[in-house]
């Protein structure tokens, strides 16, 4: 009994130990809840109000679009890397210029190689009109992760009111433009919509590039080079592109398989899914800062890794939650004509919660020594996702896609735990302890 009461006992002081990080998670969740609110609510009007099969095609465009973007917030990483021990207000002002021009070379690349490229790409897979939707979603997704940049700058000073505040301002405002479409009897089309990303995106990309002009004096000198800057950048850009490619490699490939009202039945089951993105999304903004910590300091691993059991664990509850009452919330949200897509559900859910598994094995392999060890992990990954797509959705249907999705991610997942872990042991043997260091 003495056994159980002390692990009781120390249970107890390792939760209230993070009882800064629960405040911290409420904060960023704030945010995190109005904007994952938004893009539902902006999923549930397109669904009911232009059927399945535009919102088919609208979930292969949200899934570029989000490619795009999330691809580009990989110089987020760098910024955060960059300035994580800086005092000086000025080399802070500085590390922001330079993720700023990164990511502004960023878009240009990428916008360039749309119309020039990836057209005639997508017209080999897709038809012509769905390739046009490709390069739109290419477009905005660019220009919104120009954007995203002022939300690292806050989350890099640990102020997450103000990245809780910024979050949800793409969302809400893509929102409200289709609920007023939808309100004055417009027709919705996948087109309309993407104008309406296109427009908002280049808006608020402005907004930012004015903001950082107004700030240019007071900028110092940047605290590391641009070359460091843009080689660790490039080598996390192209581990995220793989990363987030075969995370999405369903969405991707089922137009080649199914026609786009199965995939709008698919879209529907992944948004019930996301919905575990609340958590997901509100756990990478407080990780991504400790796991920064833990690379400069192995000796914080206890804390990091325990924060992130509770995360992992909140995100499990979640999901049984969610399971348990899929039937009510897929007829309520989308409608019966959706209902065809509980099972779909099960497994997707299952898909988010490995995902959330993996959220702080990446984070530590990123901000380590050897960020590149993401490259080899994603190439795999995507590697057996395409092989498993292509096999299973012939054959077993909407839901192979979900199984072939569920198997990469435990592959994917014994990777990341088993590279993140030799990666701790050597900085732990390889580094001195304080009292060790020269003075």
Same mark, same amino acid.
């Given at each position: 009994?003495?056994?159980?009461?002390?692990?009781?006992?120390?249970?107890?002081?390792?939760?209230?130990?993070?009882?800064?990080?629960?405040?911290?998670?409420?904060?960023?969740?704030?945010?995190?809840?109005?904007?994952?609110?938004?893009?539902?609510?902006?999923? !549930?009007?397109?669904?009911?109000?232009?059927?399945?099969?535009?919102?088919?095609?609208?979930?292969?465009?949200?899934?570029?679009?989000?490619?795009?973007?999330?691809?580009?917030?990989?110089? *987020?990483?760098?910024?955060?890397?960059?300035?994580?021990?800086?005092?000086?207000?000025?080399?802070?002002?500085?590390?922001?210029?330079?993720?700023?021009?990164?990511?502004?070379? $960023?878009?240009?690349?990428?916008?360039?190689?749309?119309?020039?490229?990836?057209?005639?790409?997508?017209?080999?897979?897709?038809?012509?009109?769905?390739?046009?939707?490709?390069?739109?979603?290419?477009?905005?997704?660019?220009?919104?992760?120009?954007?995203?940049?002022?939300?690292?700058? $806050?989350?890099?000073?640990?102020?997450?009111?103000?990245?809780?505040?910024?979050? /949800?301002?793409?969302?809400?405002?893509?929102?409200?433009?289709?609920?007023? =479409?939808?309100?004055?009897?417009?027709?919705?089309?996948?087109? %309309?919509?993407?104008?309406?990303?296109?427009?908002?995106? %280049?808006?608020?990309?402005?907004?930012?590039?004015?903001?950082?002009?107004? *700030?240019?004096?007071?900028?110092?000198?940047?605290?590391? %080079?641009?070359? +460091?800057?843009?080689?660790?950048?490039?080598?996390?850009?192209?581990?995220?592109?793989?990363?987030?490619?075969?995370?999405?490699? *369903?969405?991707? #490939?089922? /137009?080649?398989?199914?026609?786009? +009202? +199965?995939?709008?039945?698919?879209?529907?089951?992944?948004?019930?899914?996301?919905?575990?993105?609340?958590?997901?999304?509100?756990?990478? =903004?407080?990780?991504?800062?400790?796991?920064?910590?833990?690379?400069?300091?192995?000796?914080?691993?206890?804390?990091?890794? %325990?924060?992130?059991?509770?995360?992992?664990?909140?995100?499990?509850?979640?999901?049984?939650?969610?399971?348990?009452?899929?039937?009510?919330?897929?007829?309520?949200?989308?409608? /019966?004509?959706?209902?065809?897509? +509980?099972?779909? !559900?099960?497994?997707?859910?299952?898909?988010?919660?490995?995902?959330?598994?993996?959220?702080?094995?990446?984070?530590?392999?990123?901000?380590?020594?050897?960020?590149?060890?993401?490259?080899?992990?994603?190439?795999?990954?995507? @590697?057996?996702?395409?092989?498993?797509?292509?096999?299973?959705? /012939?054959?077993?249907?909407?839901?192979?896609?979900?199984?072939?999705?569920?198997?990469?991610?435990? #592959?994917?997942?014994?990777?990341?735990?088993? @590279?993140?872990?030799?990666?701790?042991?050597? *900085? !732990?043997?390889?580094?001195?302890?304080?009292?060790?260091?020269?003075?």
């Amino acid at each position: 009994m003495s056994r159980i009461a002390a692990s009781v006992v120390a249970f107890g002081r390792v939760v209230l130990s993070f009882r800064g990080s629960f405040a911290r998670l409420t904060t960023v969740a704030s945010g995190i809840v109005a904007t994952r609110l938004a893009a539902f609510l902006t999923s !549930v009007v397109i669904a009911r109000t232009a059927g399945a099969s535009t919102f088919g095609e609208f979930t292969l465009f949200t899934t570029v679009f989000t490619l795009t973007s999330e691809i580009g917030n990989s110089f *987020d990483v760098c910024y955060l890397r960059q300035v994580a021990d800086l005092k000086d207000v000025r080399a802070v002002h500085a590390g922001r210029r330079m993720q700023f021009l990164a990511k502004l070379a $960023y878009s240009a690349v990428v916008i360039i190689a749309a119309f020039l490229t990836v057209r005639w790409v997508a017209e080999a897979a897709y038809s012509r009109d769905e390739a046009a939707l490709v390069v739109m979603a290419v477009l905005s997704g660019s220009l919104s992760t120009i954007f995203s940049s002022v939300i690292a700058w $806050y989350q890099a000073l640990r102020r997450f009111d103000k990245v809780a505040l910024m979050q /949800p301002v793409f969302n809400l405002t893509v929102l409200l433009a289709v609920t007023l =479409m939808a309100v004055m009897g417009w027709v919705i089309t996948q087109a %309309g919509v993407a104008r309406v990303y296109v427009l908002v995106s %280049g808006m608020l990309a402005t907004a930012v590039a004015l903001w950082l002009l107004a *700030d240019v004096h007071r900028a110092g000198r940047a605290p590391t %080079g641009a070359s +460091e800057f843009i080689r660790t950048g490039v080598t996390l850009l192209g581990s995220n592109a793989l990363i987030l490619a075969s995370t999405r490699m *369903d969405v991707l #490939l089922l /137009p080649r398989f199914v026609g786009y +009202e +199965e995939v709008g039945q698919y879209g529907a089951a992944l948004r019930i899914a996301l919905l575990l993105g609340l958590v997901q999304a509100a756990a990478t =903004m407080l990780i991504l800062p400790s796991a920064v910590d833990v690379a400069r300091d192995p000796r914080r691993m206890r804390r990091f890794a %325990g924060a992130s059991a509770l995360f992992v664990l909140v995100q499990g509850a979640t999901a049984a939650v969610l399971i348990g009452f899929r039937g009510p919330v897929v007829s309520i949200v989308f409608g /019966p004509a959706y209902a065809s897509v +509980e099972p779909i !559900v099960v497994v997707l859910v299952l898909q988010s919660v490995l995902t959330a598994m993996m959220i702080p094995f990446q984070a530590f392999i990123q901000c380590g020594r050897r960020p590149k060890d993401m490259i080899y992990i994603a190439g795999c990954r995507l @590697v057996i996702v395409t092989l498993l797509l292509v096999l299973c959705v /012939p054959a077993f249907g909407l839901i192979g896609a979900g199984y072939a999705m569920v198997g990469t991610s435990i #592959l994917a997942l014994a990777a990341m735990a088993g @590279v993140s872990y030799m990666s701790w042991r050597g *900085d !732990v043997v390889c580094r001195p302890s304080p009292s060790e260091s020269p003075s």
